[in-house]
């Protein structure tokens, strides 16, 4: 069953010395899976609409994104993904190593906690941290 909530995402990210936070809130679709659940909501870009599909099983996250910004991330507490980041100038291969994934929700109620760090050439170009609490409507 397909349950709408509020969504506040909330991202930060160190890189070179400095830090970025980002903050969103919007409405999104929220729906329990056999084994886990399903995210999805639309994320603002100065380029134009990006759908963000957040799918939650087993001690793992992917996030796919869809839209002016094309990329699926795969987050899972001490392991390293590739990933490929597509922009309307170009695509760029990272990996993502997950430092922390850690979900608490009670049905379509809770938090999302994730730090991770994406490196590209073996160089770590950000550390982040990036939570999700959703709440339903």
């Known amino acids: 069953?397909?349950?709408?909530?509020?969504?506040?995402?909330?991202?930060?990210?160190?890189?070179?010395?400095?830090?970025?936070?980002?903050?969103?809130?919007?409405?999104?679709?929220?729906?329990?899976?056999?084994?886990?659940?399903?995210?999805?909501?639309?994320?603002?870009s100065a380029e134009g609409s990006v759908k963000a599909l957040l799918r939650f099983s087993d001690g793992r996250l992917i996030l796919t994104r869809r839209g002016t910004v094309r990329s699926e991330m795969t987050f899972a507490?001490?392991?390293?993904?590739?990933?490929?980041?597509?922009?309307?100038?170009?695509?760029?291969?990272?990996?993502?190593?997950?430092?922390s994934l850690r979900a608490s929700l009670d049905g379509a109620r809770g938090t999302l906690?994730?730090?991770?760090?994406?490196?590209l050439h073996g160089e770590t170009l950000s550390e982040n941290r990036l939570t999700v609490d959703l709440l339903p409507r």
């Open 1 to 44: 069953m397909k349950e709408l909530v509020s969504v506040r995402v909330r991202g930060v990210q160190r890189c070179g010395g400095g830090e970025e936070v980002t903050e969103l809130a919007c409405e999104g679709v929220f729906r329990k899976t056999a084994d886990g659940w399903l995210l999805a909501y639309d994320e603002p």
């Open 77 to 99: 507490a001490g392991e390293c993904h590739r990933v490929s980041y597509a922009l309307s100038a170009g695509s760029l291969t990272m990996e993502v190593n997950t430092d």
């Open 113 to 119: 906690e994730l730090r991770y760090r994406l490196i």
